[in-house]
């Protein structure tokens, strides 16, 4: 299981593309049509978006200066 998560990029999308594959499967087995199919997929991906760009936001570091004279220098710490 973790070498298909690798595979495909992580967690998040690893749970679209098995949306993807069950909302398909109900198409072809007439559960579902494809208008509702197609919201659902709009859905999907769009929240796998807008949870990534929310991830990668949220995860920005800053570098921090300590103003600490060793040998009269300043450290930078990443």
Do not use: H, Q
Request: charged share 30%; hydrophobic share 45%.
């Amino acid at each position: 299981m973790e070498k298909l998560k690798e595979k495909l990029g992580g967690r998040k999308m690893l749970l679209a593309v098995i949306l993807l594959i069950i909302a398909t499967i109900m198409v072809f087995i007439d559960k579902a049509n494809f208008d509702g199919w197609a919201d659902f997929i709009k859905w999907v991906l769009g929240i796998y978006v807008v949870g990534n760009v929310g991830e990668y936001a949220t995860n920005k570091k800053e570098k921090v200066v300590n103003k600490c004279v060793c040998y009269g220098k300043e450290e930078i710490n990443k």
